[in-house]
């Protein structure tokens, strides 16, 4: 049983706490106007220190105020301010201000598009999580936000049109049907858990949460979305990301081949093989480990630099959109000269496409030899592990779906090493 004091200590420093919000929120709501004094359901709290930039949540949640005044939404005005549009229209403020983006409101002017006072500026708890007076009022009522993403639902209402199309490209990426993913296999993902956490929002939050110790499944599974790779609350990472100990990317927390050994299939070896740990490593041979694209050194974005390729907003007489690099594809169409785009590469490469070509086709070349070797290799024989570790390192490179781009020089090693093995069958 719990220790009484303790639960009574609580219990007295919540009440405090409350009383506290509701005396600020009645001095704010007496000369704020609509949405600090409107009706309970609708009524926002906004900051109860605007100096200091404390939201009346973070009066009990400390925590997250700490690590949300450190993230961009905590200075959301002040980009605004600094261009001349601080004012309350309807273009701008509502996505750099406490409004009904983000949350279930549906009112324009609810916020700061309708209530231009201080104490609704910048992305507050409230712009996802929605007004909180209901909560004050009744702490057994909880604001919760929504992870969905779209247009029209969660962080797709601000981070979206021409200038920022962030749900507009993810959209158009594997992520957003990543809960669906197994259909085509018989396999129903979003209810396997060890498959959810790398395919469902919630079970992968829940598996970082824990440190990838607990997996769970859901009711309701999103795929995996903004809020996914994102802490919203800030967690002191660059970009909010979320990662686990000392994972350099948040992309490998998936994009792994896992605890597998020859036999098995390597699922998605994108990091492995890029950290140069990806295959199967005969004995007494020799191979290639981390290759440039995978050290911090020369390469210290690693996934991102391939992966996330961005370009400013063109406008004109024939604007072209943003790109934000959220399809995750590397060496995306470029709109503005439809070719694709090798901006990445061409910090380290000279003629990227034309060495890209030639890379492909060798790996291709050996690729089908591996396979037609694979393909003569007696049954009786097959329980070898020079064709087991063939077999394992011709999956690698086909389940990585980067043709070994991710390393090239172990990737045509492992391949090489695997034809001649199976040659000494």
Same mark, same amino acid.
């Given at each position: 049983m719990a220790d009484r004091s303790a639960v009574w200590g609580w219990r007295t420093l919540l009440v405090a706490c409350l009383a506290t919000m509701a005396a600020t929120m009645w001095q704010c709501g007496g000369g704020g106007g609509d949405s600090l004094s409107g009706p309970l359901p609708d009524r926002f709290l906004g900051l109860v220190n605007v100096e200091q930039n404390v939201t009346q949540c973070g009066e009990c949640h400390a925590n997250e105020q700490s690590r949300w005044a450190r993230t961009a939404h905590a200075a959301a005005f002040q980009t605004l301010a600094d261009i001349g549009r601080e004012g309350p229209d309807l273009s701008c403020a509502p996505c750099h201000n406490v409004s009904a983006n983000g949350n279930a409101l549906t009112d324009p002017l609810a916020g700061f598009p309708g209530t231009p006072t201080a104490e609704l500026r910048n992305v507050q708890c409230e712009s996802c999580h929605g007004p909180g007076a209901t909560h004050v009022a009744d702490v057994k009522q909880h604001p919760e936000p929504s992870i969905k993403v779209s247009l029209d639902d969660g962080c797709g209402e601000c981070h979206q049109d021409e200038h920022h199309p962030f749900v507009e490209e993810w959209m158009e990426s594997a992520h957003a049907q990543s809960h669906l993913s197994g259909q085509a296999f018989g396999l129903n993902v979003a209810a396997d858990p060890e498959c959810a956490y790398c395919h469902v929002t919630q079970s992968f939050i829940e598996f970082i949460a824990t440190d990838g110790e607990r997996q769970i499944i859901t009711a309701n599974p999103e795929p995996i979305n903004c809020v996914a790779c994102h802490? !919203? %609350? =800030?967690? #002191?990472?660059?970009?909010?990301?979320?990662?686990? &100990?000392?994972? !350099?990317?948040?992309? #490998?927390?998936? %994009?792994?081949? =896992?605890?597998?050994?020859?036999?098995?299939? !390597?699922? %998605?070896?994108? @990091?492995?093989?890029?950290? =140069? /740990?990806? #295959?199967?490593?005969?004995? &007494?041979?020799?191979? !290639? #480990?981390?290759?440039? %694209? =995978? /050290?911090?050194?020369?390469?210290?974005?690693?996934?991102? /630099?391939?992966?996330?390729? /961005? @370009?400013?907003?063109?406008? &004109?007489e024939f604007p072209i959109p943003a790109q934000v690099g959220h399809t995750f594809e590397p060496i995306p169409l470029d709109e503005a000269t439809g070719e694709r785009d090798f901006s990445s590469c061409q910090p380290c490469h000279r003629d990227p496409a034309t060495r890209l070509a030639a890379f492909r086709a060798q790996i291709d070349q050996i690729a089908a030899d591996l396979e037609a070797a694979l393909a003569a290799v007696p049954e009786v024989e097959r329980d070898s592990e020079e064709y087991e570790g063939a077999l394992f390192n011709l999956q690698t490179l086909v389940n990585d779906k980067s043709h070994g781009v991710h390393n090239p020089n172990r990737m045509r090693r492992l391949l090489q090493v695997s034809l001649d093995k199976l040659g000494e069958l």
């Open positions: 802490d !919203p %609350h =800030g967690n #002191g990472n660059e970009h909010q990301v979320r990662v686990i &100990g000392d994972e !350099p990317i948040v992309c #490998g927390q998936c %994009h792994n081949q =896992g605890p597998v050994m020859i036999g098995d299939a !390597p699922h %998605h070896p994108q @990091r492995d093989l890029l950290l =140069g /740990t990806a #295959g199967f490593e005969f004995p &007494g041979e020799v191979f !290639p #480990g981390a290759g440039t %694209h =995978g /050290t911090i050194e020369s390469n210290p974005d690693l996934c991102v /630099t391939c992966h996330v390729v /961005t @370009r400013p907003f063109q406008g &004109g």
